[in-house]
């Protein structure tokens, strides 16, 4: 383990470069997902819920995930899933995590990368759950059903008769056991604490009747081992919000606690601003083999400017194409005053809306920007700035008229098989958006 530690380490350090104030770097570190390989060039995860959020039943509406393989030939790559807790620990049990049936058996469905594409030679995907009728498709069908729902952790391992199978990615996925969107209610309040514009909340409600529930498993259901509800906001997952009975958030609260009708109530949810939108899917406007920047210039601070509409966090990725290839682009970033001891980071979903060291822009003396240079597959993407490691507001302000896919997630602790952490229920909705508060 320890090895392994020092080679990320100097993976890490060898690709990153400081040149004339910029940031340079090459490798992805990411809070849902990690490359370890630099032959794995990126990963994208996806589903049919609203805001392509990475989660799945037990046996339907599956997550897709793709990613680039930079190798002269194809490689027979295998899958292993891990039934994890809240923290995102494994669990424990070997009843829920048994390794003779956590890995695929059957060859990765992969595709060519189109002639001219410099940059990766395959595609690889695979579908969880995958149904048995969809196996030449989407590669292979040993995950057709989900035993168990919760948290859930894939790795990626290379499958090589002439050396030791490695460790080459990992990521992280949800499943559920049953889908409510009408459990969820989304309303305009304010924030009596802080001043205009960071004054304008949402209330985020999740209801929850034990007794109507009519899943497998529910008539065995104790209201006291209910865990906790996590509120994300469109692919946000390093950014939930936690209602739990014995939290000390005073904007959080669960009514009725200990009964079969359970309500969890959060106050303070800031909206924040439709996210910036960067495109590139036009070659001619954006040509391969540059070190490309925006059009329009550095943006800008948008603290009282509301943006236009977004993809919802999501990302349109271009293929088909010799253009459907990773490109080097700039993020410039001007403000109004010399900030240069602030920390700023940029967001999306090219690294997974992960606030992180490889993704901070750095002040550069001779533009007065501040400044990073990333790795990207050509497409279209969400982004948006932060400021000191976990301010999302002061750059891009705060507003109600601001839509976003909220995802309202129910634990419940199972004492059966040594104890594992369900997910009961996952309610998805839009908040209402508005000039004004919303009444009851």
């Known amino acids: 383990m320890a090895d392994r530690t020092l080679q990320l380490i100097r993976i890490i350090r060898n690709a990153i470069i400081i040149l004339g104030g910029v940031y340079i770097f090459s490798m992805e570190i990411l809070t849902a997902q990690t490359i370890y390989s630099t032959r794995i060039k990126g990963i994208r995860i996806t589903s049919t819920l609203g805001a392509a959020f990475p989660a799945a039943l037990r046996s339907s509406h599956p997550i897709t995930v793709s990613f680039d393989v930079d190798s002269p030939h194809p490689e027979n790559f295998i899958v292993k899933i891990f039934h994890c807790g809240i923290d995102w620990n494994t669990t424990a049990s070997s009843f829920i995590n048994d390794e003779f049936r956590n890995y695929s058996r059957n060859q990765l469905h992969y595709e060519i990368a189109p002639a001219g594409v410099k940059h990766y030679r395959w595609t690889y995907s695979f579908r969880i759950p995958n149904p048995a009728n969809q196996n030449e498709i989407h590669g292979f069908n040993d995950f057709e059903q989900i035993p168990q729902s919760g948290n859930y952790r894939f790795e990626i391992w290379s ?59 529910y008539s065995d259901l104790h209201p006291n081992n209910i865990k906790m509800v ?9 950014t939930f919000r936690r209602i739990e009975d014995d939290d000390r958030d005073p904007h959080t609260y669960i009514d009725d606690w200990g009964t079969n009708n359970l309500k969890f109530v959060v106050e303070n949810i800031q909206p924040g601003n439709e996210y910036r939108q960067l495109d590139l899917q036009n070659h001619e406007l954006y040509p391969p083999e540059e070190q490309l920047r925006s059009l329009e210039g550095a943006d800008m601070s948008r603290w009282l400017w509301q943006g236009n509409g977004d993809q919802d966090g999501s990302s349109i990725i271009v293929t088909g194409t010799r253009y459907a290839d990773y490109i080097q682009y700039k993020f410039e970033l001007g403000l109004p005053e010399n900030s240069s001891d602030e920390k700023i ?96």
């Not at 001043?195 to 109507?212: A, E, W």
């Not at 996590?230 to 390093?238: A, F, G, T, V, W």
């Not at 009961?424 to 839009?430: D, H, M, S």
């Open 345 to 440: 980071f940029v967001v999306g979903d090219f690294n997974n809306w992960l606030v992180n060291e490889q993704w901070q822009l750095r002040f550069n003396q001779e533009t007065k920007k501040y400044q990073v240079i990333g790795s990207l597959r050509r497409g279209k993407y969400d982004y948006q700035y932060v400021q000191n490691e976990n301010d999302w507001i002061a750059l891009e302000g705060n507003d109600w008229r601001t839509v976003s896919v909220y995802t309202a997630l129910l634990y419940y602790h199972d004492p059966n098989y040594g104890g594992f952490d369900r997910i009961l229920l996952a309610a998805q909705k839009r908040n209402p958006g508005g000039t004004e508060a919303t009444t009851r």
């Open 159 to 217: 499958d090589s008769e002439s050396k030791e199978s490695e460790l080459l990615a990992t990521g992280r996925f949800y499943i559920v056991e049953k889908l409510d969107d009408s459990a969820l209610t989304i309303e305009n309040r304010y924030i009596p604490s802080e001043t205009s514009p960071r004054n304008q909340g949402l209330r985020v409600s999740l209801r929850f009747n034990i007794s109507s529930q009519n899943v497998v498993g």
């Open 230 to 238: 996590d509120i994300l906001r469109n692919r946000e997952q390093s």
